[in-house]
């Protein structure tokens, strides 16, 4: 049944999805999408945007504006730089790893001019050295900083607060730019408490939704940029955004569904309480990390202060391929973990513990991965991990 030829059979029970996102969407949350369409020019319209922009900003912890559009974290990306920046101007590109790669490229792609800081994947962001570029520009000519908050490649956290904290020792007026779509909701994260200007995230992950909206706040920083920013712009114009939101409408037909998806999803995010949600993926994340080391396997983050609690990125043992194994989980134990990306491609798997999960799912989804490893010909010692994982959330109680 579990061997590396073994058929593929339709399985009985629930997929176990163990990628980093698209995450499993809770029951209560389909309920919500499923009611009938309302008119998205009526008061109950409006009420219900009005509800998920208020809920938003307590998820963002910000008192900032709030954007939506129906698209992705990727047309996110070009939301906060097409409002922001104008072709030639120069950032200060944060890279390490395939999506912080993306976000650099998706101003490229828009004339803007980038100065690197590049980062070995499997390492945060180093604060120091930002602070050091930014003190070299006294001529101020780098308008904005680029960061991934979590990077989804690598499993690693980077560190806002201590950047933000290098940006102001420079005294340096650029724009803080992050993406978190893979820690919102799911770690703490607190764009008015760290100076932040743009946030950007997608629904698809700690705000347990599918895919299909771009969500971003803005500070009043950014909004004021907006206002001189020359890169061309249409659909991701933020400022018809704005001001039909404050009526509780769009400049365009919007993702109905999705926003009963996202009122759900706030209200259950309240009932947790926010803390505690970040507190239980801790939880989860040092569970499986635990279990990964029991394996005798390593992990591709290297700095444990920047362990990502939403996703562990594991080194695939010497000789062995990450994207033959996955397909190996797959084909045998309906398991989908997540692939190697970018300069890991081959040579890394991920696994996503983050939205809505509890322990024994986790447990459930690390069983998988200890027997399909073995069927794989790892020789992984069956039940190390799942026992280090356990006495760990037992005492962590």
Known sequence: MLGAGAARVTPSGRPFLQIPGPTLVPERITRAMSQSIIDHRGPRFAALVHECLDGLKRIFQTGGHILLFPGSGTGAWEVAVVNTLSPGDRVLACVNGHFATGFARTAAAYGIELERLDVPYGDGIPADQVGARLSADAAHQLRAVLVVHNETSTGVTSDIAAIRNAMDAAHHP???????????????????????????????????LPPGMAILAASEKAITASEKARCPRSYWDWTPVIERNKRGEFPYTPATSLLFGLRESLLMLAEEGLSNVFERHARLAEACRRAVRALGLELLCRNPAEYSNTLTAVRMPAGRNSDEYIAHAWKTLNLSLGVGLGEVKGSVFRIGHLGSLNELELLGGLAGVEMTLKSFGVDVPLGAGLAAAEQYLVSAT
């Open 174 to 208: 650029a724009l803080l730019l992050v993406d978190t779509v893979s820690s919102l909701a799911s770690i703490d994260y607190r764009m008015d408490e760290w100076g932040v200007d743009v946030t950007l995230t997608g629904p698809q992950k700690g705000l347990m």
